[in-house]
């Protein structure tokens, strides 16, 4: 059996996901150590893991990608947050890898420092993304916008076009942080963000088609698990159990970013409408809101069980939020307010699994009617549930991380010919 060494960027929203990965990694027999955001140690230690907090370094540096006056300003902010968090992350894994002596390694695709570092170490390492990965494809249109797939030859003229503007702008922010990261690991610098992707040789994908894009050029080190849904253990509120209408589950991001006008906009285009509204903020604060007698709102309250009853998810756009709906085939209404949340909005709508709305647009009445719409999605919602099953979840993942990585010695990276 192996000692797994795990890192997670200080996001709930990434550490949520990899925990039903190390659940079952554990069950398997495998030792399981962690390093992850200090608000969540005790709860990680609950679950028999070996934990210890991440640098408090890396947590100072927040993330305020929200005062962005646009998409571009905002991708700024994230590129250097994440580039300044390199320098902590990657020491920080160090010291890790020498206390415990592991015979892997997992490392969130957001704690740039520690992926240069685990390549740096050389063992068998894996990267695990849990949002849309940012891989370019000649089958899929350049990441960043929310426009849809390309149909038929003015679709890829219009790809072909746009791919190399979009995707220079993209990587004239971002590189600079991650090479400063690989160049403090001793490493080469990169000329594209794909080959960070393709350095590892395991890509834990926590998605599946139909919900992601189909590509025919995947590289072999990206395997899509499907969603990995956890959430804290909690009971259901009682108040929960007396709700005799179809349920709308309201979600914001669980990393602030300024979304709660969703929640307020929810409350008001909603509150004649034969539903039950229950909002959560988990980075907001609920008495801030004008509460009419057919809703609850509340810091958090377990999805699953609101999940059960709900006819409709009205998400941020953030990957865990939608795909948690998704998997148990309740549709989606996105309106995504920044970071990769256009992407996740325009496959909700591309799998006809619900609707999105752009946030300028964000009014009561358009907000309603695409609720409305969204319901009479619920076909589209449940194909992806089918497609998120299959795809097999933690087990496939385990199953991935034994196959690919236990037992097997280093190699260096492939050589990876990169789409253009």
């Known amino acids: 059996m192996a000692r797994i060494l795990a890192?997670?960027?200080?996001?709930?929203?990434?550490?949520?996901?990899?925990?039903?990965?190390?659940?079952?990694l554990q069950k398997r027999g495998h030792e399981i150590a962690l390093r992850t955001l200090?608000?969540?140690?005790?709860?990680?230690?609950?679950?028999?893991?070996d934990v210890e907090l991440i640098n408090?370094?890396?947590?100072?540096?927040?993330?305020?990608?929200?005062?962005?006056?646009?998409?571009r300003q905002g991708l700024a902010l994230v590129a250097e947050v994440l580039g300044s968090r390199a320098?902590?992350?990657?020491?920080?894994l160090r010291d890790a890898i020498a206390l415990e002596c592991p015979d892997m390694v997992l490392v969130d695709i957001n704690s740039w420092g520690a992926l240069a570092e685990a390549e740096r170490w050389g063992g068998p390492w894996a990267i695990v993304c849990p949002y849309p990965l940012p891989l370019r494809s000649r089958d899929v249109p350049p990441y960043g916008l929310g426009i849809p797939p390309a149909r038929g030859p003015l679709g890829r003229l219009r790809d072909s076009l746009l791919r190399p503007l979009v995707t220079r702008s993209f990587e004239n922010t971002m590189l600079p942080g991650i090479n400063r990261g690989r160049a403090g690991a001793g490493l080469p610098v990169i000329s594209h963000i794909d080959e960070t992707f393709h350095r590892a040789p395991l890509l834990l994908y926590l998605t599946a088609e139909p919900f992601e894009y189909h590509r025919s050029d995947w590289p072999n080190n990206v395997v899509m698990v499907g969603p990995c849904v956890w959430e804290p253990p909690m009971a259901a509120p009682d108040w929960l159990k007396d709700i005799d209408q179809p349920v709308v589950l309201v979600t914001t991001s669980s990393e602030y970013q300024n979304d709660g006008r969703l929640v307020a906009t929810a409350l008001e285009a909603l509150a004649h409408e034969p539903v039950h509204v229950v909002a959560t903020l988990p980075a907001g604060d609920p008495a801030n809101f004008d509460v009419p007698g057919n809703a609850h709102v509340e810091r958090f309250v377990p999805h699953g069980s609101v999940l059960d009853g709900a006819v409709c998810a009205v998400t941020h756009g953030g990957m865990g939020a939608t795909q948690k709906a998704l998997a148990r085939g309740v549709p989606v209404c996105a309106v995504p307010f920044g970071r990769d949340q256009l992407e996740v909005a325009r496959r909700v709508e591309v799998a006809r699994a619900g609707t999105r709305l752009a946030s300028g647009r964000l009014t009561p009445g358009r907000l309603r009617a695409k609720v409305r719409e969204a319901m009479g999605c619920r076909d589209g919602a449940q194909r992806v549930a089918a497609g998120f099953e299959a795809a097999g979840g933690p087990s496939a993942a385990a199953d991935a991380v034994e196959r690919r990585l236990i037992g097997q010695p280093s190699t260096p990276p492939r050589e990876t010919t990169i789409p253009v």
């Open 87 to 92: 320098a902590y992350d990657a020491v920080d």
């Open 7 to 24: 890192y997670t960027s200080p996001a709930r929203g990434h550490l949520f996901p990899v925990t039903p990965i190390l659940d079952e």
């Open 38 to 49: 200090a608000s969540q140690v005790p709860l990680m230690r609950k679950r028999g893991f």
């Open 56 to 71: 408090g370094r890396v947590e100072e540096v927040l993330l305020e990608d929200w005062r962005g006056r646009n998409a």
